[in-house]
């Protein structure tokens, strides 16, 4: 996305109600450390429409990579913190106990 593009969709962004604050950790932010996050990556199909776009900080955007889930948090996580009677969860393996 080209700058002067990228500034009119940061500017979209704060029309729709988001601040300058990163969208996943809450830190606010200076306009010179706004990144645009894609909630689909676009390497899923994802678009730069505003409705697809977040302001975010580096770091998050960075850490989140083409996940679809916030930073740090991997399908892994998910599944730990679900009740045992959850229907995310798998069935142990013999691999769980190597």
């Known amino acids: 996305m080209n700058p002067k593009r990228r500034r009119k969709k940061i500017q979209q962004l704060k029309e729709s109600g988001f601040d300058s ?6 830190k606010p932010l200076a306009d010179d450390e706004i990144t645009l996050d894609h909630l689909l990556p676009k390497s899923l199909g994802g678009s730069d429409a505003v ?3 977040r302001i975010t900080c580096k770091s998050c955007n960075q ?3 083409n996940s679809l889930y916030p930073p740090g948090l991997m399908p892994q996580k998910l599944m730990a913190s679900c009740p045992s009677k959850c229907s995310h969860k798998r069935p142990k393996t013999q691999a769980d106990n190597l």
């Open 21 to 26: 604050i990163c969208y996943w950790c809450a």
């Open 51 to 53: 409705e697809n776009l």
């Open 63 to 65: 850490s989140r990579g």
